[in-house]
Structure formats: structure tokens, C-alpha cells
């Protein structure tokens, strides 16, 4: 089967790990021969390139920036992305017949390539929702639902939809949520699809590791150690999450690390300047591999959404802490089903974005836990990452289609 893949997300390699990553694995370790087609930014200064890995194809198409740049120019690259991608997989792409043409959002403006593939090829068409674009713009404050850029994305939202054969979403919420928000959309066509990875060893097997990962850091190695790791974001509620450290930040059983990059970036940076805790620690981006020996070195999972969403989100950074068998802490709002689906598996526990006397409470609950219960949390972050969250599962229920 050839498959064609779009996505926002840069690959150019299934040598590295990621959501995107470990499922065009997957469908190249069933003999598929995938075709994945994604952006090259501006700011990386490269021409459009096409390589070949095994039975994989990468084009990366030179792109405006889209993603951790400002709204302007995010809007201006959503709206000019599907000419780029429509064209580069008509120059590269044009003897390959595809059977299966797989695609994820953000953006939504993929439907003129979706739609041009299907009816070349007569190839089926399968959508992974993970982001409700242009709602979650409207709960930021980024748009109005009464101006006329709100209008045109609904429109390519419902376009988006209708071409699609099956969508699947990251959870029963964010099912619901499409269901009751698009009366056109079949039950029949949605089904619960979540983030998945192919799950792999631990890379950390002793005390002494583990050590050594907290002190190439400047990590303190008496402490429960709670790590924030990925976008810093408006849609993190990163305000909260300063909230939170400048609440804690006397307590000495307790050290915070944040790792990441985004639009938000600066302003924690600025509080860090400012503030200098000393139980906290701020790092830019850190490469994959670094990341999860960092993040295996640390106790406690933190995920942080804004207060404001009223479109369920499900963070893909829950599989990284549910992989290296920690608790989470969750701060969300009230309409994502992440934070019930931590404290239904037992595996950590939740909070609203906002109310910082409970954060502070589940913080401290975590920090002095009995050793046995903790243990027990971290049995059952695995097992509910194996039961939920494994690659093979997304395989089978798009190879279905």
C-alpha cells in the first residue's frame, strides 16, 4: 500500500522519535511504502528537498514559519500551505498512485491536496484530529467567532470534515465535542484515535544514573524533582504555571524543572531573570534524546492547560512521563478529559488552571506520598500507556479504513 502522510510536524527521518515518527514506523514496518510530506520553515534558510530512507519518502517543503512564530504570520502560513504542499506533490509525487492519504491538524487547509488525491487515486482519506482549529483561537482571544477570518477557517474546518472517509480524536471528550459542535458529521465517521508511540526501554536502570542525569544539571539529588516538558505556549496557561513556582518556591523538599520553547518562552524567562528561585530551573529546548534521560531523572509529570479552553485538548507530552513510569500532576480546564483519565488509572492527579490552593495541595500530597503508593502510581502510568497509547493500536484502526 503507498500511503501518503501531511503533517506540520518536520520529519525528514523515522530515526527519531515522536508521535508522527512512530506511527510512519509502524506503517513501514507492515512493508506500506509511506510518502511524507511536511514543511521546511523560513527560518531554516533550506530549499525544498525530497530524500529516500528504506520504503520511506520525506519532502519537506520550504514553508513561511508556522509554528512559534506570532498569529500574523501563522495565519498567513495556514492560509498558504496547501498551494506549497498541493504543488510539491504534484512535481514529486506524480507516478505514485496512493491507496491511503493520512494527515493531521493543525492546519485545517490540507482539503485541496486531500481532495485531489482521492479523486486521482481514488485513494480513502483518514484525518488525525489534534487540534479544533478556529475554536481554540477563540478561546485564546486570538480571533472573534463574529469576524470574517473566524468564518473562512469554520468553513475549511467543516470542509475538512466532510472530505475525510474517518476521523479519529484523541479522546471520548474530544469526540463528543466534534459530534456536538458539527451536526453534519456522522458518529459513524469519528472514533477514538489517541496519541500513540511505540513504547521503548528505559535508558536510566540504576540510582547512580539517574544521579548523574541531576547533576549534569545542577539538579538537586535529595529532592522530589517535578519536571514541565514541551510547548510554552499561550495554550499552557503558562501564567499558572509561574503561579504555581512562585508559590512553592520556598519549599525546600521540592525542585521544579521546565524545559522547553515557545511564544511564551520570554515571559518565563523574564521571571526567572527577575525572581531567581532556587528550586527551579529553566532550560531552552532540549534535544529528544537528552529530554528522556532528563525526563526519567525526574519524580513527577507536570502538564499545564489554559483555564479559558472550552475545546478538549490531550497534551502528547502525557506519554512521555506515563512512559518512564512517573505520576502526573495536571492542571487543566474543565473541559479536557486528561486530567479524569490520569485520576480514573490511577496514575496521578488533577486540578483546574487557576485554583492554586489545590495545586498547591497536590503538590505537597505528591512531595510526601509514602513510598508505596508512589510506587504503585508509577505501575500504573506504565500500564496505562500500554493499554492506551501504543502505536500498534493507531495502526490498526486506520489500516481498517
Not at 525528514?12 to 508522527?20: A, P
Not at 488525491?117 to 477563540?138: E, M, S, T
Not at 480571533?143 to 470534515?161: A, G, N, Q, V
Not at 484515535?193 to 513504547?199: K, M
Amino acid at each position: 500500500m503507498n500511503v501518503l502522510f501531511l503533517t506540520l510536524a518536520k520529519i525528514n527521518t523515522l530515526q527519531e522519535r515522536g508521535i508522527y515518527h512512530d506511527l510512519m514506523q509502524e506503517f513501514s514496518d507492515h512493508q506500506h511504502d509511506v510518502y511524507i510530506v511536511s514543511p521546511v520553515e523560513r527560518r531554516e534558510n533550506q530549499k525544498t528537498t525530497l530524500k529516500k530512507e528504506g520504503n520511506a519518502s520525506f519532502l519537506n517543503v520550504k514553508t513561511l514559519n508556522i509554528q512559534k512564530t506570532n498569529f500574523i504570520e501563522k495565519g498567513v502560513s495556514t492560509l498558504t500551505i496547501e498551494k506549497l504542499f498541493l504543488r510539491a506533490v504534484k512535481k514529486h509525487f506524480s507516478e505514485v498512485k496512493f491507496d491511503l492519504v493520512i494527515y493531521s491538524t493543525p492546519p485545517i487547509t490540507f482539503t485541496g491536496v486531500i481532495k485531489y488525491i482521492k479523486k486521482r487515486d481514488n485513494a480513502k482519506a483518514y484525518l488525525l484530529l489534534k487540534d479544533i482549529f478556529p475554536q481554540n483561537a477563540v478561546d485564546m482571544k486570538l480571533m472573534s467567532d463574529k469576524s470574517f477570518l473566524y468564518k473562512y477557517f469554520r468553513k475549511k474546518e467543516k470542509e475538512l470534515y466532510s472530505v475525510s472517509d474517518k476521523i479519529g480524536c484523541m479522546s471520548e471528550a474530544n469526540l463528543q465535542f466534534v459530534l456536538n459542535h458539527n451536526s453534519d458529521v456522522s458518529k459513524e465517521k469519528v472514533e477514538i484515535n489517541a496519541n500513540s508511540i511505540r513504547l521503548q526501554s528505559s535508558k536510566i536502570h540504576s540510582d547512580q544514573e539517574k544521579t548523574a542525569v541531576r547533576i549534569k544539571y545542577g539538579i538537586p539529588t535529595d529532592r522530589k524533582v517535578f519536571i514541565y516538558g514541551g510547548n510554552l505556549g499561550k495554550p499552557q496557561g503558562i501564567d499558572f504555571l509561574i503561579e504555581t513556582l512562585k508559590a512553592k518556591s520556598e519549599d525546600d523538599k521540592v525542585f521544579f524543572v521546565v524545559a522547553g520553547s515557545g511564544t511564551e518562552y520570554d515571559k518565563i524567562k523574564d521571571w526567572f531573570d527577575i525572581f531567581k528561585p532556587k528550586n527551579a530551573l529553566l532550560l531552552s529546548a532540549v534535544p529528544k534524546v537528552d529530554y528522556d534521560l532528563l525526563v526519567q531523572a525526574c519524580d513527577v509529570g507536570l502538564i499545564f492547560l489554559h483555564k479559558d479552553f472550552t475545546i478538549p485538548n490531550y497534551p502528547s507530552r502525557l506519554l512521555s512521563y506515563l512512559e518512564f513510569r512517573m505520576p502526573v500532576l495536571a492542571a487543566t480546564d474543565p473541559n479536557t478529559d486528561i486530567g479524569t483519565d490520569i485520576v480514573k488509572n490511577g496514575c496521578g492527579m488533577s486540578v483546574y488552571s487557576g485554583d492554586l490552593p489545590a495545586m498547591i495541595d497536590a503538590v505537597d500530597m505528591l512531595i510526601n506520598m509514602d513510598g508505596i503508593k508512589f510506587e504503585e502510581m508509577r505501575r500504573n502510568s506504565l500500564e496505562f500507556l500500554k493499554r492506551e497509547f501504543q502505536v500498534s493500536r493507531s495502526y490498526e484502526k486506520i489500516i481498517e479504513l
